[in-house]
């Protein structure tokens, strides 16, 4: 009765899944045709611009999906604090089916060729897309930087260099017969992605068939989540909120059992366990207590802040202490905030957290679409001055570093930024209130607060700016 049970809930999720394949196919057919759609000479879409940086930019479309699961518990695409999920603890996870005694030799084979395709083809993406270069140029690039290295001085580097050197050299043939069958309209992905949840299937099959169909039933559904979250997450940590934890507690369990006639024995397979466990969490305090955001190495050996402690002492007031975090914030919401019927555009900061009525007041444009497509249709600074005035517009904040989290490969968002800045550049009808960048004068070599690059040499880079219709 259990089988049977078991049988209709795996056939049920399958006939699923494959339906999901099918909609999704033509839903990234359709991402695929409006990303390579070109607005003006700008290009880009606020799709490729801002999913894409989790979900990755690998060519062909197979990669940037089998790749996935390494480069959203690695952070190799988006590097952020709050998307760590636990990698440490995670690389246990797949190496957890290796515990089974019950699993045919066919499957132990095949399992480890294709964790080993895995793995070479996630690393090779990876060094290719933070260097720069080519799956075929890959393997000289990274010689050329292993001359440089003095085994003596930095072992751990050699040693790293060499093993990547060694998947590189497997991820060029990969790269080769994938790139050779992958076309648009893509035909290999997504049948691809199908047989991997199949093989996988089968393999869980083999290996907890005899399992209590409790535990049969929680494995198939985190398998099942995760392939749906793999399929339609674009990289987003956080649309696979169950998954993480669930994958977390599976590694810990399987890890922490008896399992008689296992591959290890059971004081080594718990002692890894156990190990790992201890370093990640002594990783995990001294990470998140330190001042991950410090600009010195004194300053992120402290466990605490010291502005917020003479805050709690009464020496400091909440404005000092928050200019100590956000230079020039608190002079800038006093400024803003002394009416509260003008709109404000956003284009990125914190700032709104400090402006009343933030909610009805600011309307937040981080990848630039909205100034873009009202450019595109009033393009002499007088006519967007005059549609900004209309729609009650008064004041622009700008992140400066906005083309920094500019991931595409022909720099579209950068191009917005500077359309956005040569509309604000000498805009007659637009004043400076407040930016924390400073530059030196050519003039007069004198160090002021100025947005522009060309009035002379940057001395702080700054984070943000605010500018007001007169």
């Known amino acids: ?68 699961p390494y480069d959203a518990v690695m952070n190799t695409n988006v590097k952020e604090f709050t ?79 060499i093993y990547q050197w060694s998947l590189l050299q497997l991820f060029v043939p990969i790269n080769q017969a994938v790139s050779s069958i992958s076309s648009l309209p893509d035909t290999l992905t997504y049948p691809l992605l199908l047989g ?38 674009a990289g987003l940590t956080w649309y696979g909120l169950l998954l993480f934890p669930m994958a977390t507690m599976l590694t810990i369990y399987k890890w922490g059992s008896r399992v008689e006639g296992g591959l290890f024995p059971e004081k080594l397979q718990k002692g890894v366990l156990y190990g790992f466990a201890g370093i990640w969490l002594l990783m995990s305090i001294s990470f998140r207590m330190a001042n991950y955001d410090a600009s010195s190495a004194e300053l992120a050996s402290r466990l605490y802040y010291p502005p917020l402690a003479a805050y709690r002492n009464g020496e400091l007031t909440a404005e000092q202490v928050t200019d100590m975090f956000r230079v020039g914030y608190p002079a800038v919401a ?17 700032l709104p957290y400090f402006i009343k009525k933030s909610d009805a007041r600011c309307y937040a444009d981080i990848y630039l679409e909205f100034f873009i497509n009202l450019n595109q249709k009033y393009p002499q600074q007088t006519e967007s001055n005059r549609a900004f005035r209309y729609m009650g517009f008064r004041y622009f904040i700008m992140d400066l570093n906005l083309p920094l989290v500019d991931k595409t490969p022909d720099k579209s968002l950068t191009r917005k930024v500077d359309k956005l800045m040569s509309y604000i550049y000498q805009n007659p009808e ?37 500018f007001r219709l007169k």
């Open 196 to 233: 991997v949840f199949l093989f996988v299937l089968l393999l869980l099959h083999h290996c907890f068939q005899s399992s209590q169909i409790e535990k049969r039933s929680l494995i198939l559904f985190t398998c099942f989540y995760g392939s749906l979250w793999l399929l339609l997450s």
């Open 83 to 161: 998307i760590e999920v636990g990698f440490l603890l995670l690389l246990l996870l797949p190496l957890a089916l290796f515990l089974s005694p019950k699993i045919k030799p066919v499957f132990w084979i095949s399992l480890a060729i294709l964790l080993l395709l895995f793995l070479a083809l996630s690393m090779g993406t990876t060094y290719c897309s933070q260097h720069g270069v080519s799956a075929e140029n890959a393997p000289a690039h990274l010689q050329e930087v292993m001359a440089k290295q003095n085994f003596a001085e930095a072992p751990f580097d050699s040693i790293r260099s």
């Open 334 to 350: 006093k400024i803003i905030n002394q009416e509260t019927e003008s709109l404000i555009y956003l284009a990125g900061t914190y």
């Open 1 to 68: 009765m259990k089988n049977s049970i078991l049988s209709h809930i795996k056939l049920a999720g399958t006939i699923f899944f494959v339906s999901m394949l099918l909609t999704s196919a033509e839903l990234s057919a359709q991402a695929e045709d409006s990303g390579n759609q070109k607005a003006g000479d700008l290009g880009g879409t606020v799709k490729s611009e801002d999913l894409h940086r989790f979900f990755g930019y690998e060519d062909p479309l197979a990669f940037r999906y089998l790749s996935l």
């Open 430 to 466: 637009m004043e400076l209130v407040a930016t924390d960048r400073q530059i030196k004068l050519n003039s007069n070599g004198q160090v002021v607060n100025a947005v522009f690059l060309n009035e002379g040499p940057l001395v702080n880079a700054g984070t943000f700016a605010v």
